[in-house]
């Protein structure tokens, strides 16, 4: 049984065959049929050739990839995990990958409830987290290491620590 890097390496072999063996005719000016009467040396590289073309093929589709994540919100340390390296190699690997508009608010959101504001924040590990300004002045943020699974949970406690610290406008407090 094969395992899948044999398998991969097989279907990219035969990808490549009709390639290296149109470079090798034409390096030989030898036909399909009479190519490995050609010397060694320039099979082998006719091949190498062939490998040069797919190597860019795969660089740009590679590029499009990451500049399709990007343009839907995927950060350069996201692309970077996903391809093995840190987030300033996927920066210089996919300059344009993402874009600055979208590298400043992705994995923020802004709430206002009651007179105040608080920002949700993504984590680099997924989770969200919060920190506001109520109406009364009074400011918030979420305790380092504490980390809430969804935005929607980082947003329901941060419109409570809102809530709790918005003006009393009651005619209660007028009266006061």
Known sequence: MRSP????????YDALHPLASAIRSRRSGLSADRMWEADPVE????VL???KVMDAEVKRLTAHAAATAGSYG?????????WGITRQ???KKWPDA????????????????FGGTAELLQAPSGGWGWRGVGADGASAA???????????EAAAH???????NALDCSPEARTR
């Open 142 to 152: 979420v305790t380092e290491g504490t980390c809430y699974a969804t935005a929607e």
């Open 74 to 82: 995927a950060s350069y340390e996201q692309t970077g995990a996903v």
């Open 5 to 12: 890097q044999d398998e991969l390496s097989k279907a990219l």
């Open 43 to 46: 099979v082998t590289l006719s």
């Open 158 to 164: 941060a419109g409570a620590f809102l809530d709790e």
């Open 89 to 91: 190699g996927a920066r």
């Open 49 to 51: 050739a062939a490998w």
């Open 98 to 113: 993402v874009s600055r508009t979208a590298r400043a608010t992705a994995g923020r959101r802004t709430l206002a409830l």
